[in-house]
């Protein structure tokens, strides 16, 4: 459910005429419902009730300031892998013992900036990661509240690229060396091994792999708490899948279901819990809008260029995921046009949206909105091609405001310099 629709044949954000966002700030733009992301938060949070539970936004989705500080005033926590997220978390006013510091490579830097912090919980991926902290920790005189995080070995069954929980995927520690890292970790000085984290992928549309890997986390759970660990915080990761591409009919679990299968598997164990969504909270709650540059004819093709190109939304070349694309305005009626290549500007080939896409007419000046950009589109941009950061905009009623504005072009080259060699 999102709050972008139709009014009088135009697309609204919320009370926002589309077209008119776009006279104002230019494109392409991404922008965001405040509206959305309120309701994607409360939704997922009231699938928990019962469960003491925090819900931890992964801030990777979408790391807009006035994003997170939109959700963590409606009382989230954030997820946070880099420096540079735990940061921007604390720039948004979360508070620190709501943070969970995740991934795969935390430098030391990172875990003294996040231990200075006071961070609620650090998920630890290594044995290395492991001596590093405890290191950081006792120079710091402070326990780090540590949960490792286990590599479950489940397949996500999501695109391949972005599955987690397989037995040869990067992240988190190996299940046959779990226990025994857990009993280095209560050697150590300034380590509280008080949870154990899992995140098994992300675009997941069913319950079975959660279902399989929560099940795994229950056994090590029993086993470690027989083992004398006073194992007490569970962290669920994130991972739930959102619909992207109505015509593929391809529906994701609902939170409630989601919330109900994790008081099945876990409910009864007295943990407290934090999960961590990105996707579920902000896909939905963004888009992307570009006006069509030109219409290009070939013998076998039509394609529309459009002036967002590979670099601002990268998901379709970087992992051939669908993203819909919808008229700003609706159809023209009755022409006949699709299916159409919708292209953008950057030069590769790759730098393609959809083909074989059925769209109604659409002529150069149109605008058309890429619709669920919210999460891992504008984090994922890039100025290839020297092409200025997208801006982004957030709505909430009949108002909006650019929340990140499109540098100019001396913004964009203000971190070069020539070397004393060059004249
Ligand atoms: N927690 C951890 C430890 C993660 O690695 C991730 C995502 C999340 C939570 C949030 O997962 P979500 O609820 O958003 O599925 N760029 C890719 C997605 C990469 C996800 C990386 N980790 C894409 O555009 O599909």
């Not at 979360?94 to 003294?112: Q, R, Y």
């Not at 990661?129 to 290191?135: F, G, M, P, R």
């Not at 391809?250 to 961590?276: H, M, N, Q, W």
């Not at 659409?362 to 020297?386: C, E, H, K, Q, W």
């Amino acid at each position: 459910m999102h709050h972008f629709s139709y009014r009088g044949g135009v697309l609204h954000a919320e009370g926002v005429a589309v077209p008119g966002i776009a006279s104002d700030v230019g494109t392409p733009f991404y922008c965001y419902s405040t509206a959305t992301l309120t309701r994607h938060l409360r939704v997922f949070t009231e699938a928990l009730a019962g469960l003491d539970a925090t819900v931890c936004y992964a801030v990777k989705a979408n790391s807009n300031i006035a994003v997170i500080r939109t959700l963590a005033g409606l009382g989230a926590g954030c997820d946070v892998v880099s420096g540079g997220e735990l940061q921007i978390a604390l720039k948004a006013h979360v508070p620190p013992e709501k943070i969970v510091f995740s991934g795969v490579g935390k430098t030391e830097a990172e875990l003294h900036l996040a231990l200075a912090t006071g961070v609620g919980q650090v998920n630890v991926e290594s044995e290395a990661e492991l001596q590093t902290l405890s290191a950081v920790a006792t120079g710091l005189g402070k326990t780090a509240r540590i949960a490792l995080r286990v590599n479950p070995e489940v397949d996500a069954g999501s695109l391949d690229k972005i599955s987690t929980g397989r037995k040869e995927d990067k992240f988190g520690v190996e299940w046959s060396q779990v226990p025994a890292l857990y009993r280095k970790a209560r050697a150590l000085t300034g380590i509280d091994p008080a949870g154990v984290a899992v995140h098994i992928g992300s675009q997941i549309t069913s319950l079975a792999p959660f279902e399989a890997a929560f099940r795994r986390i229950r056994e090590l759970v029993l086993m470690l708490r027989a083992d004398g660990f006073d194992i007490r915080h569970l962290d669920l990761g994130g991972g739930l899948g959102v619909p992207y591409d109505h015509a593929s009919k391809i529906a994701p679990p609902s939170p409630e279901d989601y919330g109900a299968l994790v008081k099945r598997t876990l409910g009864d164990l007295g943990c407290k819990f934090t999960f961590e969504p990105g996707r579920l909270i902000v896909a939905n709650a963004g888009i992307m809008v570009s006006r069509v540059v030109s219409i290009k004819e070939s013998t076998t093709r039509r394609f529309v260029i459009v002036d967002a190109g590979m670099n601002d939304l990268v998901r379709p070349a970087m992992y051939g995921a669908r993203q819909e694309i919808s008229p700003v305005n609706e159809a023209r009626a009755g022409a006949a046009f699709g299916p159409v290549d919708v292209v953008g500007p950057v030069c590769e080939s790759t730098d393609c949206f959809a083909k074989a896409y059925p769209l109604a007419e659409l002529r150069a000046g149109d605008l058309v909105a890429f619709m669920t950009a919210g999460a891992y589109g504008a984090v994922m941009a890039s100025s290839y091609n020297t092409r200025p950061l997208v801006p982004e905009v957030l709505v909430t009623g009949e108002q909006f405001a650019v929340v990140r504005r499109r540098p100019t072009f001396s913004e964009i080259v203000a971190l070069e310099q020539l070397p004393p060699w060059i004249e």
